[in-house]
């Protein structure tokens, strides 16, 4: 069964503004991290940011930032300022056992 | 640093021919895994490895083949190539176990079984 749920495959805004990407899970484990990846055209997967869930503090990587809800189990990617090279695939991923389960991804396009 | 090599980058097989995907890693990462991407999907596991000699199934084993001999390298064998394994194959690695640190993956293989 799924455990990650992205619900918008795709999005896609103006550069400089702002969006948000949405991603649920389910775990019933109290200590864990959550991440995202980008996958540009290019295909390689890159991590752009990364959630410890016993802080309460909601991680940033400069234009990045998440806004993680643990009673939710909510974790959305927030960018900033968006930005051409923005434009690429986006996944959340939670860790289930010693594997790393993805969600179905969101295209992002950033317009010109 | 290399980090993560996988070969080939592309790949077009013929239904019933057998191939090999090779991984190799540079970081002496104990966790190692290949998983496979399909529209609509994300990535699924197919299977990994926890250390040298250690083998396990991941979500979607059905056709595939693993070893893992050295710590580098996790080689992915088709078997017997079906047009349902078309996609894109990833190889990752990690330090510990995927979830308390990053996954480190290679550049993809994009297969097509024809």
């Known amino acids: 069964a799924q455990t990650v749920t992205q619900s918008q495959p795709e999005m896609s805004v103006q550069e400089a503004e702002t969006v948000t990407l949405s991603c649920t899970y389910d775990t019933s484990e109290n200590n864990y991290y959550l991440f995202w990846y980008k996958q540009p055209p290019s295909r390689q997967m890159i991590l752009v940011i990364r959630q410890e869930a016993y802080k309460q503090q909601n991680a940033t990587e400069n234009r990045f930032s998440v806004n993680f809800q643990k009673a939710a189990k909510s974790f959305s990617l927030k960018i900033s300022d968006s930005q051409l090279g923005d434009t690429a695939m986006y996944f959340c991923a939670f860790p289930l056992a010693q594997k790393l389960v993805f969600g179905q991804g969101t295209r992002l396009t950033i317009n010109p | 640093n290399a980090g993560v090599t996988q070969t080939p980058k592309f790949q077009v097989l013929k239904t019933g021919q057998s191939m090999t995907l090779q991984c190799a890693q540079d970081?002496?990462?104990?966790?190692m895994s290949w998983y496979r991407q399909d529209p609509g999907m994300g990535l699924r596991l197919i299977h990994y490895?926890?250390?040298?000699?250690?083998?396990d199934q991941g979500e979607v084993p059905n056709g595939y083949n693993v070893s893992r001999s050295t710590t580098e390298d996790f080689p992915l064998r088709l078997l017997s190539a079906a047009p349902s394994q078309t996609s894109v194959y990833f190889c990752?690695?990690?330090?510990?176990?995927?979830?308390?640190?990053?996954?480190?993956f290679g550049q993809g293989t994009r297969l097509t079984v024809v």
């Open positions: 970081m002496n990462h104990e966790y």
């Open positions: 990752a690695s990690s330090y510990s176990r995927q979830g308390n640190t990053e996954a480190f």
């Open positions: 490895s926890v250390g040298a000699g250690i083998t």
